[in-house]
């Protein structure tokens, strides 16, 4: 799979992150490297391997439902860059 | 020898003994913390509050398992009212509204938190050179690291600032500081402890665990933690044990296994002989030792780097200056996401969350993301099967002795691969610990057992029996005075 | 030529649960702006979620009455992308496990039943609102975040907006019976998405499909697809080719509009979410639960048709909702004609509680009450007309007929002495009108009923009014 300077634009497009020419050029020499690295997991063979994704075998954890106090929501403005009238605010966003 | 380098076990005594008060203790503590600034262990520290509340310790009837200890908090966990950086700078201005279960139990204890501590960015680094405030440097040699990513808390317990602290540990970010350090740093058994106040950085893989000076330290600290929270599905609900008793009933007839996967090539030649030296020790306390063979450890780093990136990556989503923390300026919102998260999130950070992106996006999610699921499996499937064996593995906690400062920060694969000991347990979900056996060229060398599930009081029975044979728990890194500025080794 | 519509319907409704998906803050709706919020559903760093036992149980119920195949294992997986309403930036979702698979839906359209089948319904958290112009910019509100939804997809199964207004009908008759939902459009409980496209008939290809979103109605969703479904086939006859797009319906303007800002390709990097563990279900939950599954309304309807002998529009709407369903089965076992029944139900009943903006359950008039009045009617007591007043007061005070009718002194005159006394008087003075009668004019003989009736406060037993002036007419 090729890893190259379009594909890791695209990935930080994905994950909302920007980078100038040179960081690219770092960062995909560096995710081909590691890539390169991680392909080893390629040698084994795990056809009729279940994977995990949870080590304990835990299930069916629920809560109740019951109403618990909610938090005063001054509190939470306080860590905000931006609140007014009760909102966060954000540029304008264009509806979908 | 002053107050703060005391362990917490002796320092309990002589409370209860009223040979000392809690505001002693704290004194030791914050006078030490005044000559160790730059160690740097600490992104914030809470000396005034400290103070006023061991006083007011000091006039109560001590209840708590840690009443008037001094402890300190790695800064990825929540404590209402106290900021919460992650040694990042996207979380600039947040102030958690709640404080995490782990840090909670230690206040209900009666311990006292003395500071948050430095660390790698999210938890992601084995050398706290990735934090955004600086890096911290080993109390046994200002030129090295201390290990990461909890290296703050590592070194404030090395250093006398705190009598105990928490670190989290995703990949060894307990041990392998706690190696380098010369510490005894444990992580239980994912569930053991709740995860709930601890900043995500790998979900599957997370758990929070504590430093100390010696091994009944680390028994009273997990003892403390321990234990099922409604607010974590993913925490246990099993007893927990009375660990702190449970250490000191010998290990004559255990069953120890030693890998031979964990000593072939990039170990240090001095590492290797204090490790098989202490073997030979732990044979002589009257256990077993055995060849078991994991023979999927070689597949572990890469294993983990998909699986941890892939949860960072989502995890770390929500840092985006619309609620809370850093917000750059922008026009508009996907401007706003762009500059604030190019901003604030450090390299290493962001290399993190354009693999996680690239091992989940479309296309690419079997061959990387779902491989590793399976090859985690198979890992597991490795440690089940030795466990059937043996009850304890011992390896060595860490390739090498603490680095020159700079040394594998240019090389991410390298950093990653320093970690090659510690990840397959976080993989596997088992206990580990790490604890000191003795030093190489003036710098501790760790050696780390490994457990079943749950079974953290068999790991600390066995370090604790390994302790008796040396007196490595008993050397502190910083010294007040000049006649015993001499070290051990 | 001739096309043949496919539309497929997307449908998120909100579960009817006290406490939020995964934290225990309250779903009531209305509220301040995030004054519904805690660490948890604002994504603050270090929550996790907990499941809500109810949401599993509410959505559980909704499989097996829609006959799905009920997975009896349930994972949770993130669905990953950035918006500002969506605090942790992805949502808790089910990916490739869904709860519910398979299933359909009964409509009935022009006489002929049919069902609509169904592709998955899954849980996931409902994300916050974005309110415009707040401060010169987007405003976040994050008290609907976290809301657990059920999303039902259909199989591209339906083939005219007449069919899916019918199938998004009996989806919402069916989740009401169920109380999984309140199924209300205007506060969001309900929302639907459209997709649609054309294919020439009698070909099994489907078409390019366009997605309608911003539809606040059924009857916009109608509107909308009709509109749609035009303007493809207007595009496929002008040699257009149909692009895949999402498509915004204007209801002012009664048209869909393009959305090309829009265009980004999706990759949601779905992957099971570490901080839930997987629900496990028993065949005994599963047998709880379904015994806690009423009569589902189509089923009903059949019923009532074949009980209760009512025709297909009556037993429609006597079935429409599941309190207004008991409230004529109650009434009719009490021993009332089922037809006048459900004459009454729809009528006065139906318009009482509509004016007076309440529900069923919440009337004063008790099927015991509407039955007895029935019966009155029945009897001779009281006339008809004078049982609408009875029944208004009913309504009012929750009273029960018999007791109105003596509290205010309006039995039914049925005295034949009485009656044709006051009918002599009528006649005695309206000369005029007897005389028309007299000439030829059949047709007075109703107004001088009226009259009579006026006379008598609308008192007097209408039936032998007729009775006895005809006689006393025929006398003259």
């Given at each position: 799979m090729k890893v190259d300077k379009k594909l890791v634009e695209y990935l930080a497009n994905l994950s909302r992150l920007e980078f100038d020419d040179t960081k690219l050029e770092e960062i995909t020499a560096q995710l081909k490297g590691i890539v390169k690295y991680v392909e080893k997991l390629n040698t084994l063979d795990t056809g009729d391997v279940a994977p995990t994704?949870?080590?304990?075998?835990?299930?069916?954890?629920?809560?109740?439902?019951e109403v618990t106090p909610s938090i005063n929501r001054d509190k939470i403005f306080k860590s905000s860059p931006e609140s007014d009238n009760g909102y966060f605010i954000v540029p304008r966003v264009i509806e979908e | 020898m002053e107050l703060c380098d005391k362990t917490i076990h002796d320092l309990s005594g002589m409370l209860a003994k009223k040979e000392i008060q809690p505001s002693e203790i704290m004194k030791s503590a914050l006078s030490r913390m005044e000559k160790t600034?730059?160690?740097?262990?600490?992104?914030?520290?809470?000396?005034?509050?400290?103070?006023?509340?061991?006083?007011?310790?000091?006039?109560?009837?001590?209840?708590?398992?840690?009443?008037?200890?001094?402890?300190?908090?790695k800064d990825n966990m929540c404590i209402e009212g106290k900021g919460t950086t992650c040694a990042s700078h996207i979380l600039e201005g947040f102030t958690a509204p709640y404080t995490a279960t782990a840090v909670q139990k230690l206040l209900d204890e009666g311990a006292i938190v003395i500071g948050?501590?430095?660390?790698?960015?999210?938890?992601?680094?084995?050398?706290?050179?990735?934090?955004?405030?600086g890096n911290t440097l080993n109390p046994w040699n200002k030129d090295t690291v201390p290990g990461g990513s909890s290296g703050g808390s590592a070194t404030s317990v090395a250093l006398g600032e705190a009598a105990g602290s928490l670190g989290s540990d995703t990949g060894g970010s307990i041990r392998q500081p706690a190696s380098l350090c010369g510490l005894v740093g444990?992580?239980?058994?994912?569930?053991?402890?709740?995860?709930?106040?601890?900043?995500?950085?790998?979900?599957?893989?997370?758990?929070?665990?504590?430093?100390?000076?010696?091994?009944?330290d680390a028994a009273i600290l997990l003892k403390a933690i321990s234990g099922y929270d409604a607010k974590d599905s993913t925490s246990v609900n099993a007893e927990v044990p009375d660990y702190p008793s449970q250490i000191k009933n010998g290990i004559k007839g255990l069953r120890i296994g030693v890998p031979r996967e964990y000593f072939l090539e990039g170990i240090d030649n001095e590492v290797e002989a204090c490790v098989r030296k202490a073997i030979k020790d732990l044979e002589n306390c009257g256990a077993e030792i055995r060849d078991v063979s994991l023979p999927r450890t070689e597949y572990a780093v890469a294993t983990y780097y998909i699986i941890a990136t892939a949860e960072a990556s989502s995890n770390l989503a929500r840092y985006d200056g619309v609620h809370y923390g850093l917000r750059e300026k922008a026009g508009n919102i996907i401007d706003l996401y762009k500059k604030t998260r190019s901003a604030g999130f450090g390299d290493e950070v962001k290399r993190r969350i354009i693999l996680g992106t690239y091992v989940l996006s479309s296309g690419y999610y079997d061959a990387y993301y779902l491989k590793a699921q399976k090859v985690r499996t198979l890992i597991k499937e490795d440690f089940s099967k030795a466990f059937g064996e043996v009850d304890v593995i011992v390896t060595p906690t860490s390739p090498t002795t603490a680095w020159k400062i700079g040394e594998k920060t240019d090389d991410p694969l390298k950093m990653?691969?320093?970690?090659i000991y510690t990840i397959s347990a976080n993989l596997a979900g088992i206990p580990a610990v790490s604890l000191n056996c003795g030093f190489s060229a003036g710098l501790p060398v760790g050696l780390q057992l490994q457990a079943a599930h749950f079974n953290e009081a068999v790991l600390l029975r066995t370090a604790y029996a390994f302790e008796q044979m040396n007196d490595y728990h008993k050397k502190r890194a910083f010294s007040e005075t000049a006649e015993n500025q001499v070290k051990y080794y | 030529m001739e096309y043949e519509i496919v539309i497929g319907l997307e449908v998120h409704v909100q579960l009817n649960t006290l406490s939020k998906m995964f934290c225990g803050c309250s779903t009531k709706f209305g509220a301040e702006p995030n004054t519904q919020t805690c660490p948890v559903c604002l994504g603050l760093p270090g929550v996790l979620p907990v499941m809500n036992e109810e949401a599993i149980r509410l959505a559980v119920k909704t499989g097996m009455a829609f006959g799905c195949r009920v997975s009896n294992f349930c994972k949770f997986d993130r669905k990953n992308y950035y918006y500002p309403d969506l605090p942790k930036n992805y949502q808790i979702s089910q990916y490739d496990k869904p709860l519910n698979m398979g299933g359909s839906v009964p409509i009935r359209i022009d006489g002929q039943k049919k069902a609509i089948k169904l592709t998955r319904?899954?849980?996931?958290?409902?994300?916050?609102?974005?309110?415009?112009?707040?401060?010169?910019?987007?405003g976040v509100d994050l008290n609907r975040t976290g809301l657990p939804l059920m999303e039902i997809v259909s199989e591209p199964d339906i083939h005219s907006p007449d069919e899916a207004y019918a199938y998004l009908v009996s989806l919402k008759q069916g989740l009401r019976y169920l109380g999984v939902s309140d199924c209300n459009m205007e506060e969001g409980s309900l929302r639907c998405d459209a997709n649609i496209s054309i294919r020439p008939k009698g070909t099994s290809r489907l078409g390019t499909k366009t997605e309608i979103k911003n539809l606040n109605s059924f009857a916009n969703v109608k509107k909308s697809l009709e509109y749609e479904a035009k303007r493809q086939e207007k595009a496929i006859g002008n040699g257009e080719r149909i692009i895949q797009e999402t498509r915004l319906w204007d209801a002012a303007k009664e048209k869909t509009i393009s959305m090309r800002s829009k265009e980004e390709a999706h990759d949601y990097r779905y992957f099971p979410e570490p901080d839930l563990v997987p629900v496990i279900l028993e065949d005994e939950y599963f047998k709880k639960v379904s015994g806690e599954i009423p009569e589902m309304p189509d089923v009903r309807y059949e019923r009532f048709i074949e009980e209760y002998k009512l025709s297909g529009y009556d037993a429609g709407v006597m079935t429409s909702d599941k309190d207004l369903a008991d409230f004529f089965e109650e009434t009719s076992k009490q021993g009332a004609d089922p037809k006048k029944v459900a004459n009454w139900v729809m009528g006065d009943f139906l318009k009482e509680i509509n004016t007076a903006k309440i529900s069923i359950c919440d009337a004063r008039v008790k099927p015991s009450a509407l039955a007895m009045l029935i019966k009155l009617i029945d009897k001779g007591t009281i006339s008809g007309k004078i049982a609408k007043d009875v029944f208004a007061e009913m309504f009012a005070s929750g009273k029960n007929p018999e007791d109105i009718i003596k509290e205010k002194g309006i039995v039914q005159i049925s005295d034949e002495k009485e009656i044709e006394a006051v009918i002599k008087d009528v006649l005695k003075n309206n000369p005029k009108v007897v005389e028309d009668y007299k000439s030829g004019k059949k047709s007075a003989s109703g107004f001088i009923v009226g009259l009579v009736m006026k006379a008598s406060k609308g008192k007097a037993n209408p039936k032998l009014v007729n009775e006895l002036l005809q006689k006393k007419l025929d006398e003259l």
């Open positions: 994704a949870h080590i304990l075998p835990l299930k069916n954890v629920f809560r109740k439902d | 600034g730059e160690f740097a262990s600490f992104i914030k520290t809470f000396p005034e509050e400290a103070m006023k509340c061991a006083g007011e310790q000091d006039k109560k009837a001590l209840k708590g398992s840690l009443s008037g200890i001094p402890v300190a908090i948050k501590t430095n660390m790698d960015e999210f938890a992601m680094g084995s050398s706290t050179e990735t934090s955004f405030f444990l992580k239980p058994t994912y569930g053991r402890v709740s995860r709930y106040g601890l900043v995500a950085f790998a979900s599957s893989l997370d758990q929070i665990g504590p430093f100390a000076k010696d091994v009944e990653y691969l320093s970690d | 319904i899954h849980l996931e958290e409902d994300a916050g609102k974005l309110v415009h112009d707040v401060c010169g910019g987007s």
